[in-house]
Every structure is written in structure tokens, then in C-alpha cells.
């Protein structure tokens, strides 16, 4: 049986992660509060902004712009966007 959360992102119930994704209070907060499907949306969008910026995940300072950014996706606030990128016609 698959257990559900209520969707910090989406604001209802739905399938919540199978464990916490990363180490530590932020990792249990995002598995108590962030669905399957809103983790995924932004594993997407994180690929995105790490390929089209350039991004370094040995620099610190990326590390930490992208962990703002993935609390600005959850909270519904205004996040970045890798510029020019255009999803494909479905």
C-alpha cells in the first residue's frame, strides 16, 4: 500500500515519496510534505536550469541557489526557468 501526503505543492492528497530524498530535516520535511509527482516535476526542472545555466554542482554557491529555487517550486512562488526552452508538442 503506497502511503500519501498532503501535497505542499499541490495543495491535496496524493502519493507521497517512498523515502526522504536527501539527508536531514529538509529531507524528512520534503517527504512528509511533497508528493511523488510535484518531486519528479521539479527533479525536471532542477536538470533543466543545471543544463541550459551551466551550472556546477561543485560550487557551493550553486548548490544553494538551487535548494532556494526548489523551495520557491514547492511553495508556488516565482522560481527560474532555464530560458528559451520550449516543452514539446504533445
Same mark, same amino acid.
Given at each position: 500500500?503506497?502511503r500519501t501526503?498532503?501535497?505542499?505543492k499541490?495543495? +491535496?492528497?496524493l502519493k @507521497? %515519496?517512498?523515502f526522504p530524498?536527501?539527508p @536531514?530535516?529538509? @529531507?524528512q520535511?520534503?517527504?512528509?510534505?511533497?508528493? +511523488?509527482?510535484a518531486?519528479?516535476?521539479w527533479?525536471a526542472?532542477q536538470?533543466?536550469?543545471?543544463?541550459? +545555466?551551466? %551550472?556546477?554542482?561543485?560550487?557551493?554557491?550553486?548548490? +544553494?541557489y538551487?535548494?532556494a529555487q526548489m523551495?520557491h517550486f514547492?511553495?508556488?512562488?516565482?522560481f527560474d526557468k532555464?530560458e528559451g526552452y520550449?516543452?514539446?508538442?504533445?
Amino acid at each position: 500500500m503506497s502511503r500519501t501526503v498532503f501535497c505542499r505543492k499541490y495543495q +491535496k492528497e496524493l502519493k @507521497g %515519496l517512498d523515502f526522504p530524498p536527501m539527508p @536531514g530535516a529538509r @529531507g524528512q520535511d520534503l517527504y512528509e510534505n511533497v508528493s +511523488k509527482q510535484a518531486w519528479e516535476e521539479w527533479q525536471a526542472q532542477q536538470t533543466m536550469l543545471i543544463n541550459e +545555466k551551466h %551550472l556546477s554542482l561543485m560550487d557551493q554557491n550553486t548548490r +544553494k541557489y538551487l535548494q532556494a529555487q526548489m523551495q520557491h517550486f514547492f511553495n508556488n512562488e516565482p522560481f527560474d526557468k532555464a530560458e528559451g526552452y520550449v516543452p514539446p508538442e504533445q
